[in-house]
């Protein structure tokens, strides 16, 4: 199989993104394992028939933000540390939830003993309304773990990790406050060696944990048919037992994939709606999506893999990525596997990556795929989509047009690398009250300081959307600097995550230290210097949209309906705490209204609402449900 390697490149002048596309000093590592970090730099001597990316962006393709506001409109709090500084090896899990009543609960990869990390587990604070909690100076687990996963509902908070013997744990607890119980194995009896875990919650009720694991690990023989299985797990009791257990989704299997690497899936939840994201290197981007709880699935292609062939068993063949038929391997734009997918407060789909150019120009079966690390870009997607766009990159924060990077030392990378990502990596999204969508990413910064390390320092950025992604708003660092307070200029910033639901203040954690790199995998230039102790920053930044703050219903739920999407009726499920009067609401893409029914005294508890939608015109509609002064929405599709 040809696996999923890493390039360096070697330096001997400033780099600018106006010319990214120009002839790059590309390498390709030779004996090195799947899951490997560290690159050699050597030039790149074989011929290459095309240094422009195959495909191009939908616009808006430019990745430079031509001007840079700064931020005067934020708080940030240290709310927890870490001497284990990899908090994935993708994209970042959920690990911050705005519980809607005043309260946060956020969670991160901890631990005190950088010898082994024996005591490495799940970092967690809480804000109680009014102050987070001490720093913890220890895990929430009985057990070594690793990678943490945070969500909450139900009442109930929940933290989801791997331990040392391939097994996923649960922890769960009353929110904010008792102990944490901890329930093994997630998913039951694994087919193989369960790591790098995601985890949505909710379900009508609240209590469904859904999980989705790689059931290999990072061993090299097949696991129901592939390397690297994607399994998927539900339970509908708050983790005490799991009625679905380690299935493959429909077109998962290897007869679409060869398998999954570690944490290029992610998953989200609202009610009976779950939506799963897989994606990596020469490969799909790809959906899975149930309207009922995860029981039935329905696969979507968000963008396809360039050349078919890598995203099956024949990936074991001799392929380049030839695509003009001409016999020599061609540079190809892909993801990068940081995938991220959110359910809006209507039930649409959103999906961000990061982008990643790929070369293959060696015939021989087994050898390995070279990434070009400074490519730069993120895309987005959402169901109202026809192709994902390239919405945010890197900011030009000293005004001159164009980003430039520091010369280096002329060999190593002249900026910190994280896996097989570029210069901007690990996006993730959430909303607001009035589905404002809110993206934050890492990316590498035009102002921090290139003495210490010979290169740039990453920063988190904030870009938002009033449009449903149709445009975007100018990159804002959430890293303050000397002039704003802080010392930025000497940080570097990696893996945020936002909030899924957000209000008058936008709620973000990341990772920051002064260095670049991490330690974890320390063979590279700038891992082995990085030893000091990484703080979790908290970010509250002050939503600059202006909402309100998101209403939480407390006297009616509603699940999704089913099926979505229509043909004739639909059904979805209204549980209601007392008799009442009920009025349904049905608007097109438009906004107009187009069907109301008014239902009077319906009793309390569970009633199933039916839709008659025969005769509509095919589309995207929202329908809305008003109990008293409290209003849920959803969206669904007309066929």
Known sequence: MKKLLLCGFAFSVALSVSAQNRLS??????????????????????????????????APSASVSQSYRT???????????????????????????????GTISAAWTFSANQSGYPDRGTGYNYYDGSAWGAIPTARVEGVRTGFTNMAVSGGNEYTLTHNG????????????????????????????TDVWFRMATGGANGNTVHAIVNSQGSGTTAILGQNGPLTYSRSQDGGVTWDIQHVVLPGCDSSFYAGFSAENYSIDCSGNTVVIAGADLMCDVVMWKSTDNGTTWTKTIIEAAPIAAYNTAADYA????????????????????????????????????SLMRCLDNDTTAGTSLGVFLTTSGIMYWNEGMSAPAEVAGLVDQDGDGQFTLPVGDGTNLPFGRYGNGGLTIHP????????????VYSAVSEITDTINYNAALRHVFLTFSTDMGATWSLGEDLVPSAAQGGDGEYQEAVWPSIAKSNDNHVHVVYQRDPCPEYFVNNTSVYGPQNTSTNDIIYVSWNNAVGVSEITKANSFSMSQNYPNPVNG??????NLNANSDVTVELYNVLGKLVKTETLNNLNAGSNVITLDLAGFNAGLYTYSVTVGAEKLTRTLMVK
């Open 318 to 353: 001799p392929l380049i990525s030839d695509v003009d038929g001409d016999g020599v391997g061609d540079t190809i734009l892909s993801n990068a596997g940081d995938i991220n997918i959110t359910l809006d407060n209507n039930g649409m789909v959103h999906a961000t990556w």
């Open 569 to 574: 009726t639909t059904r979805f499920e209204l």
């Open 428 to 439: 993730q999204i959430g909303f607001d009250g009035n589905n404002n969508i809110f993206l």
């Open 165 to 192: 013997s391939g097994a996923g744990v649960l922890s769960k607890r009353t929110k904010g406050a008792g102990t944490w119980t901890a329930y093994t194995p997630v998913g039951g009896t694994s087919p193989g």
């Open 25 to 58: 000093n590309h390498v390709t590592l030779k004996n090195a394992s799947r899951y490997n970090k560290v690159a050699t730099a050597q030039k790149q001597t074989t011929g290459i028939d095309n240094f422009s990316p195959v495909r191009v962006p939908a």
């Open 71 to 101: 931020s005067s409109t934020q708080s940030e709090y240290v709310i927890g540390n870490t001497l284990y500084d990899l908090q994935s090896n993708r994209g970042p899990a959920r690990r911050i939830v705005n519980n809607g009543d």
